[in-house]
């Protein structure tokens, strides 16, 4: 098992890696903003529950087999970005409704689709694989024995660390969005904000590279 300190080291890490610009948090944000804090909560255990799988993936060896695998890389690349411009068409189409928590689409937002929506976004993110399969086996220390223990409670502090982030991100982005959907202009706008970033994710991830 881990000792505290290596604990601790993780989780910090953790925290800076979550807080710092990027596809996730990104997403998590246009989410809430657009749909509200609810919305955005799900959107969170959706992605959160992806990273478990990726844990899952590294403890089991998975990843290491994924990462030999150009094919399985482009794949889920193109999979990925295929997902992320069809959510950028969506939200450039969606129409405002000015209801506030919940609008964005011009009716009720179903919420399990949301967490779906989630764990899609990050399963289909090859990058999120490799940066696990780089990143666990680190903080891991053979001399303290069950290092499937060590690497499975290593990903349960990473998701513990993004479900405080991005919960925070959450909240304040549900705040903002929830005036901004009382407006229709400015609820339009806010849809054709998050189609932007969805399509500019898009691009992104088509051009990663392993």
Known sequence: MIDAHTALAFFG?????????GPDNLFV??????????????VVL???TGLLVHTAAVVLGLAAVFAASATAFTVLKVLGASYLAYLAWQAWHA????????AGTGAPVALWPLFLRGIVMNLTNPK???????????FVDPQRGGMAFQLASLGILFVLAALLTFGLLTVLAGQAGRWLRRSLTAQRRLNQGAALVFAALAARLALAQR
């Open 128 to 138: 999120v694989v490799l940066f696990f399969l780089a990143l666990l086996p680190q």
């Open 13 to 21: 890490l953790a925290l800076v890696l979550c807080a710092a610009p």
């Open 95 to 102: 129409r405002g409704s000015g209801l506030g928590e919940g």
């Open 46 to 48: 959706g992605l959160c």
């Open 29 to 42: 944000l246009m989410q809430s903003a657009t749909h509200g804090r609810r919305a955005g909560f799900l």
